[in-house]
């Protein structure tokens, strides 16, 4: 069953489930929504949908979800053959994809608000969502660190899940922030494996990996 | 200005680029497709574009902002704006000395490249960078040697000064959960380069023994993560 997904360009949580679309390779339909500077998430019209006056929303026949982690798990689960993205044939990484799912919100609170400040100017107390999105930051890095002397390339094992497309966003987008990745070589190794799967989509701030670029490609 | 650490090798893949900043020096440091690991000043020749935004091919860097193409030794060698010039042999990347050894990549600014004799077979264990300067850095990493989850009887030994390099002797009691690091008759080191990134900013760069267990490096990154911890509390409580 296909959905619609209004949608913002710009938007890390929206980029979430186009991505996941786009690697299971899923057709869907797009609204775009003006989040700025139209501000058409704030609408009675679309408040009316959703009452929090966030995007993305995913609407289909039978279902209307308002939470990027539910949307992703929505949709491996009913076009993932493989079993891999929502493993549910396997307790132990099911039980951590959930719990990275968590985390990933911790990186819209911090990251992606400081990204909303730095990027549309959004007011906000700058330096503790910085000290937050450095301590989330480190987090991820630790586990990461840890993840690769186990030989292990994503979050919750040798595969990626929906977990690593939830957190990938983000963590990836944090230059937008003012947040490098300079300090972070083990986010820096996993970003580039995500940025290296086949059916990969792109975002303003988060490009392809040099590997899959044409060859003498150049922004002009 | 000495020779320093800025990565552990297994930290820059072939056909990658970092930046990597070294008392304030700011760099790219890229692998070629072969291997070859270059670092030059993070300032693209034609309109200073940061290099390590760019891309490896083959053997070049490729600036991302026009797409000029720099070779090993720093040279362009195609413009794609204009294929079929020859660019001039002026246009050439900044290049600094650069050497790999025992799984550390080690770059001086200034000079000839000289990096710490540490023995050859190590493994990588993980960087970490910490808020406070290279010598709260040093001080920490030797205060907390005996921190958990390694504790006890180990000994630590200064082996370089500049750049700053400290090994880790035979951590561990009988008791630990890191069994391998226990072996008395073929204990485990762990070595620490330290990087200068500024005044406030400090990398540590850690490998370990080539026997020591996975257990063991993870318990050695969980170690890493509290003394970090504690030197940057002490520097907070100090300002
Ligand atoms: N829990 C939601 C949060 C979505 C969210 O915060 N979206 C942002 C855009 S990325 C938003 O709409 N913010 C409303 C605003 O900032 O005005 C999800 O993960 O989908
Ligand atoms: S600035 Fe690098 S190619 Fe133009």
Redesign the interface.
């Known amino acids: 069953m296909s959905f619609t997904l209004h949608d913002y360009v710009l938007s890390g949580n929206c980029y979430k489930v186009r991505l996941l679309a786009q690697i299971l390779g899923v057709a869907y339909t797009v609204k775009p929504v003006d989040f700025h500077p139209g501000k058409a998430h704030k609408t009675p019209e679309f408040l009316a949908l959703n009452p929090h006056g966030t995007l993305p929303v995913l609407e289909s026949d039978n279902t209307l979800l308002t939470d990027s982690s539910a949307m992703l798990v929505w949709i491996a689960q009913q076009f993932d053959t493989t079993h891999t993205w929502w493993p549910t044939n396997d307790a132990h990484r099911l039980a951590l994809t959930v719990q990275w799912l968590g985390f990933s919100a911790k990186l819209t609170e911090s990251i992606g608000q400081l990204r909303l400040h730095t990027m549309l100017n959004r007011p906000a107390d700058a330096a503790t969502l910085n000290t937050l999105s450095t301590e989330n930051l480190r987090e991820l890095e630790n586990h990461l660190c840890e993840q690769s002397i186990r030989g292990l390339a994503f979050l919750t094992g040798d595969q990626p899940t929906v977990a690593d497309i939830a957190c990938f966003a983000y963590s990836a987008l944090s230059p937008d922030a003012g947040i490098e990745h300079t300090l972070y070589p083990a986010i820096r190794g996993w970003l580039h494996r995500i940025r290296c799967l086949e059916g990969f989509l792109t975002m303003p701030g988060i490009y392809e990996a040099h590997e899959t670029r044409n060859e003498h490609t150049a922004a002009s | 200005m000495t020779t320093q650490p800025v990565?552990?090798s297994r930290?820059l893949?072939e056909?990658?680029v970092?930046?990597?900043?070294l008392s304030d020096v700011d760099m790219a440091v890229w692998r070629s497709a072969s291997g070859v690991v270059s670092a030059w000043e993070n300032r693209c020749p034609h309109r200073g574009m940061r290099l390590s935004h760019g891309?490896?091919?083959g053997e070049s860097l490729?600036?991302?902002?026009?797409?000029w193409h720099y070779n090993c030794e720093g040279a362009c060698h195609?413009i794609?704006a204009h294929p079929e010039l020859e660019p001039p042999k002026t246009i050439k990347a900044n290049l600094y000395n650069v050497t790999e050894a025992s799984g550390i990549i080690w770059v001086n600014a200034v000079g000839t490249v000289s990096p710490v004799t540490l023995p050859s077979n190590t493994q990588a264990?993980?960087?970490v960078?910490v808020h406070c300067s290279l010598e709260i850095a040093a001080q920490a990493f030797k205060d907390y040697c005996s921190l958990s989850p390694i504790t006890a009887n180990t000994r630590t030994e200064v082996v370089s000064e500049s750049p700053y390099v400290l090994a880790l002797k035979a951590p561990l009691p009988a008791n630990s959960p890191t069994p391998s690091m226990q072996d008395k008759s073929n204990p485990v080191s762990v070595f620490i380069a330290l990087q200068r990134?500024n005044q406030t900013?400090t990398?540590a760069h850690i490998t370990a023994s080539e026997h020591a267990s996975?257990t063991d490096?993870?318990a050695l990154?969980?170690w890493a993560?509290k003394v970090r911890t504690h030197a940057e509390v002490s520097v907070g409580s100090t300002e």
């Open positions: 990565s552990l930290d893949a056909k990658q970092m930046r990597a900043e891309f490896v091919r490729a600036c991302a902002y026009h797409g195609y794609p264990v993980r960087s960078s990134v900013t990398v996975e490096c993870i990154s969980r993560n």
